[in-house]
């Protein structure tokens, strides 16, 4: 195995210089300035896990990690990393110490045939900390049909939250009212967004669910940005 990685490295390291430049686009820089250091050397296992690194840096580390897959994986692996045949579908890459090891190896050095570069490795071109921001992206993409089961569910709850965001807007509703009802359909959306699955194995998934859950507050802004969530989910999912 050992032996197997380096020869693939010093492949990489002899052919990059001749092939970088017949690849087609140029990679997008990541701003990962909002995300924590990780120091030098590379790490095993990926740093922004909520386990390790606390929700709020987890939640940073997918919305910096979408843009930068988005922007430099996608035209590859498919948009929000569903493959459309062209390389491996990277939601199936296992969130453990494995399935890391083998991520950094292909995002580091890239995968070169004969001489052809099939992806550009990542390791100068973009670093690590953007390495792992874009890999806790992908293992928290939910598996295919996993919101199949909730879709009536969230349907209802965001035309009401529609209605109510008139109203809001309006300034036609009582607060009171307005407030318990958010504070009802935060708990359902919660509810909804821990048993939405992932493909990796990973424990929680970023989903329409879960975004919904986090932008809903009593205001017009959280109500509207919360509907929006459901909206695009739900269109996705059809
Ligand atoms: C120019 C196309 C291209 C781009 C851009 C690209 N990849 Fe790849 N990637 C591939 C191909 C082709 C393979 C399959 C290589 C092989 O057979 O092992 C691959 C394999 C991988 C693998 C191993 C997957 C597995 O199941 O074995 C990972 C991880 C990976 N890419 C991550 C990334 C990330 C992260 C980015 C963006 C920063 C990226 N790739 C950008 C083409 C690309």
Same mark, same amino acid.
């Given at each position: 195995m050992k032996t197997k990685y380096l020869i693939t490295f010093l492949a990489v390291v002899f052919t990059t210089s001749q092939t970088?430049?017949?690849?087609?686009v140029a990679p997008q820089p990541v701003n990962t300035d909002a995300l924590p250091d990780v120091g030098e050397e590379w790490r095993?296992?990926?740093?922004?896990?909520a386990e390790t690194a606390g929700e709020e840096v987890w939640k940073t580390a997918i919305e910096i990690g979408a843009s930068g897959y988005n922007q430099n994986?996608? !035209?590859?692996?498919?948009?929000?990393?569903?493959?459309?045949?062209?390389?491996?579908?990277? !939601?199936?890459?296992?969130?453990n110490l494995d399935g890391d090891e083998w991520y950094t190896e292909r995002y580091r050095n890239g995968y070169t045939v004969n001489g052809i570069t099939k992806m550009p490795g990542y390791d100068e071109l973009l670093g690590q900390k953007a390495a792992w921001a874009i890999r806790t992206y992908i293992e928290t993409r939910p598996d295919d049909g996993a919101l199949d089961d909730f879709l009536d569910q969230l349907a209802t709850i965001r035309d009401d939250l529609k209605k109510i965001a008139e109203r809001l807007v309006a300034g036609t509703a009582a607060y009171a009212d307005i407030s318990a009802k958010v504070d009802t359909y935060k708990a359902v959306l919660r509810e909804v967004a821990n048993q939405v699955s992932t493909a990796s194995g990973a424990p929680a998934a970023d989903s329409a669910a879960s975004r919904a859950y986090t932008a809903l507050d009593a205001s017009a802004e959280g109500v509207a940005k919360a509907t929006e969530f459901l909206t695009v989910g739900l269109s996705v999912a059809q």
């Open positions: 970088f430049g017949h690849a087609d095993e296992e990926n740093p922004y896990r994986c996608a !035209r590859c692996h498919g948009l929000e990393a569903v493959s459309g045949g062209l390389a491996p579908d990277l !939601r199936y890459l296992e969130a």
